[in-house]
Antibody, heavy 119, light 112 residues
Framework: EFQLVESGGGSVQPGRSLRLSCAAS????????MHWVRQVSGRGLEWVSSISWNSNSIEYADSVKGRFTISRDNAKNSLYLQMNSLRGDDTALYFC????????????WGQGTLVTVSS | DIVMTQSPESLTVALGERATIHCRSS????????????LAWYQQRPGQSPKLLLYWASTRESGVPDRFSGSGSGTDFSLTISSLQAEDVAIYYCQQYYSSPWTFGQGTKVEI
């Protein structure tokens, strides 16, 4: 069974940084592209970033471009999201998700890690 | 960006009755070369992560009960729960994976 476990969330002040991690198990991690999706206030899912299996293809939502960096370590079965210059509207529950063999829809989600940006 | 619009925002349905949720995309998500609609549906129960229900607009994910069905093509889609069960209380989201940025509808809350 696929399992994704996020960590690294917390409360930070605006302008500070945070690094999220996602530990994957139950599938061959380096076969799949991965994404980060966030959710504000229990509603409103927003795709944040994606990375291909070999890190050759990376994309970001306009709202985080230039501030967030996605990366992965296939040897450690881990996905990361480095978040810099955090703003109040980055406050959300961040999910690590796995894409499928056939398209950029998500057949496995972690439980999420909460990021709160507030002074 | 493709904007996904769901209706209604919330829906109250009696146990055993039918629930239908609509999703409209601002441009087509039908890929002409393979005739597939790049549209997925998710269920998010209270306090849980989203769960994939359907993809290609109408293909059920493994383990999803057959009371869940999807229909539509191009820009207009529906998710139907044929006989609502207590465990179906949730927020339902559509998502297009036709083009980046991948976008979701705002969600439809289904209550009993």
């Amino acid at each position: 069974e696929f399992q994704l476990v996020e960590s690294g969330g917390g409360s930070v002040q605006p302008g500070r940084s945070l690094r999220l991690s996602c530990a994957a198990s139950g599938f061959k991690f380096d076969d799949y592209g991965m994404h980060w999706v966030r959710q504000v206030s229990g509603r409103g899912l927003e795709w944040v970033s994606s990375i291909s299996w070999n890190s050759n293809s990376i994309e970001y939502a306009d709202s985080v471009k230039g501030r967030f960096t996605i990366s992965r370590d296939n040897a450690k079965n881990s996905l990361y999201l480095q978040m810099n210059s955090l703003r109040g509207d980055d406050t959300a529950l961040y999910f690590c998700t796995k894409m499928t063999d056939y398209g950029d829809y998500f057949d496995s989600w972690g439980q999420g890690t909460l990021v709160t940006v507030s002074s | 960006d493709i904007v996904m619009t769901q209706s209604p925002e919330s829906l109250t349905v009696a146990l055993g009755e039918r629930a239908t949720i609509h999703c409209r995309s601002s441009q087509t998500v039908l890929w002409s070369s393979n005739r597939k609609n790049y549209l997925a549906w998710y269920q998010q129960r209270p306090g849980q992560s989203p769960k994939l229900l359907l993809y290609w607009a109408s293909t059920r994910e493994s383990g999803v009960p057959d009371r869940f069905s999807g229909s539509g093509s191009g820009t207009d889609f529906s998710l139907t729960i044929s006989s609502l069960q207590a465990e179906d209380v949730a927020i339902y989201y559509c998502q297009q994976y036709y083009s980046s940025p991948w976008t979701f509808g705002q969600g439809t809350k289904v209550e009993i």
